[in-house]
DNA sequence: CCAATAGTTGACCAAAAGGTCAACTTACAA
DNA sequence: TTGTAAGTTGACCTTTTGGTCAACTATTGG
């Protein structure tokens, strides 16, 4: 992440002045985070990061350019993030293992961070109009990377032989579900949030779907 | 959907003049769902509507107090749809049957009119800040009804013993990706469209996956 | 044919928003 | 201590936008 937010910016050559520009800048960005994820891109305005940031608005401009600026460097620390969660991928050749680790650590950031898939899906659904090449290259080559490793488990014969990445797909549809659609799913909950034993629940009853439809 | 976009409206008393407000509503709402799926609630003004529907803006403020209750007459059209595709589970007690139409008319719904269901879920993301009681209502009473069905399966043993709920889910999920994020989709196809064939074998993954993963 | 209702539309307005700027203050290296 | 670079900020500008309105035309029932 780091130079990431800098880049068009009046950047200093070194870092000086304690931690002014980076706390700011991390202050920007979570104020940033929370509010395009509740309003969209167009919905929020820059007074109102500021405002969440407690900072003038003329100070945002000076560490971010634009809004998509700002907007563009979320997205990407987004994205890093869930390629943590798939390192998992890389560090065991078992699948019934990997997925289960993996389904839970993805549930589990759903639960707990909503708002960096919130954003990431209304800036899919629109069709990607801020994400730069950069942010879809690096998607990419994280989904390769997946990618292969389902056919090695296909090769191997451990797996059922559908196509790795409609398996992908279905997995990432729907750990994220319960990030993007948490509002749909509170309203067919009574109209309550679900508690620690109902996450818990649905952890168990997405990893058991899905192994058992993929697994041999 | 009849005398629901007339709501709040200037409503004539009875319907007169050979067809014009039923025809100019329709474009309306068509250029309304186009472009709210596109751009978001905020990112739409009024004058793109009115200019994709062929109409003055002044025009469109006659049909549409405002811009939200456009913007909620349409949510209401898409939910409606939904609820077609699930006539199924009203059809046939035999779950393979059943889940295998419903996954098949959800993808197909998915692949041909993405529109409605990138607006929905833009909508949901976002907190359900427009969506009325009415709609909250109608999707809840459809979601009991769907999960009645899967439970008398579950207590007849014909599928595993998962909560209908995240059964549901999972089904929601799944299909509603192959719509939602049809733009990540084609990033990681080469950034090429499905092809017909692509859609067909999305649709046969999605189908043996979930059946596999259900059926006892 | 005519009055009344429905529909049309250009002009207009107030509010909001993204972004700029120049003056100002703070921090630090030497 | 002091010069310079970094950071701060209120005021301002321009554009966009949702919505209004009054004048106008078209349609239709009687």
Request: net charge neutral.
């Given at each position: 992440?780091?130079?990431?937010?800098?880049?068009?910016?009046?950047?200093?050559?070194?870092?000086?002045?304690?931690?002014i520009r980076e706390a700011n800048t991390r202050q920007i960005i979570a104020a940033a985070e929370a509010l395009f994820?509740?309003?969209?891109?167009?919905?929020?305005?820059?007074?109102?990061?500021?405002?969440?940031?407690?900072?003038?608005?003329?100070?945002?401009?000076?560490?971010?350019?634009?809004?998509?600026?700002?907007?563009?460097?979320?997205?990407?620390?987004?994205?890093?993030?869930?390629?943590?969660?798939?390192?998992?991928?890389?560090?065991?050749?078992?699948?019934?293992?990997?997925?289960?680790?993996?389904?839970?650590?993805?549930?589990?950031?759903?639960?707990?961070?909503?708002?960096?898939?919130?954003?990431?899906?209304?800036?899919?659904?629109?069709?990607?109009?801020?994400?730069?090449?950069?942010?879809?290259?690096?998607?990419?080559?994280?989904?390769?990377?997946?990618?292969?490793?389902?056919?090695?488990?296909?090769?191997?014969?451990?797996?059922?032989?559908?196509?790795?990445?409609?398996?992908?797909?279905?997995?990432?549809?729907?750990?994220?579900?319960?990030?993007?659609?948490?509002?749909?799913?509170?309203?067919?909950?009574?109209?309550?949030?679900?508690?620690?034993?109902?996450?818990?629940?649905?952890?168990?009853?997405?990893?058991?779907?899905?192994?058992?439809?993929?697994?041999?």
């Open positions: 992440m780091t130079e990431l937010f800098m880049s068009d910016n009046k950047k200093p050559g070194t870092t000086r002045k304690s931690g994820s509740e309003k969209g891109f167009n919905g929020t305005s820059t007074q109102e990061i500021a405002d969440r940031a407690g900072l003038p608005k003329a100070n945002v401009h000076y560490y971010f350019k634009t809004k998509q600026d700002l907007y563009s460097v979320v997205l990407q620390d987004i994205l890093q993030g869930w390629q943590k969660d798939a390192e998992i991928f890389q560090r065991s050749s078992d699948p019934e293992e990997v997925l289960r680790s993996y389904i839970r650590a993805k549930m589990e950031h759903s639960f707990t961070r909503p708002k960096g898939s919130k954003m990431w899906a209304m800036e899919v659904i629109q069709g990607g109009p801020v994400m730069g090449k950069e942010i879809r290259k690096a998607l990419v080559s994280w989904d390769d990377t997946v990618l292969q490793r389902i056919q090695t488990w296909i090769d191997e014969g451990k797996i059922q032989a559908v196509s790795p990445q409609s398996m992908l797909n279905m997995i990432w549809a729907t750990t994220q579900y319960y990030a993007d659609y948490d509002y749909q799913i509170r309203i067919l909950n009574d109209n309550k949030r679900l508690t620690v034993a109902q996450r818990e629940e649905a952890i168990e009853d997405v990893s058991r779907m899905i192994l058992h439809g993929v697994l041999q």
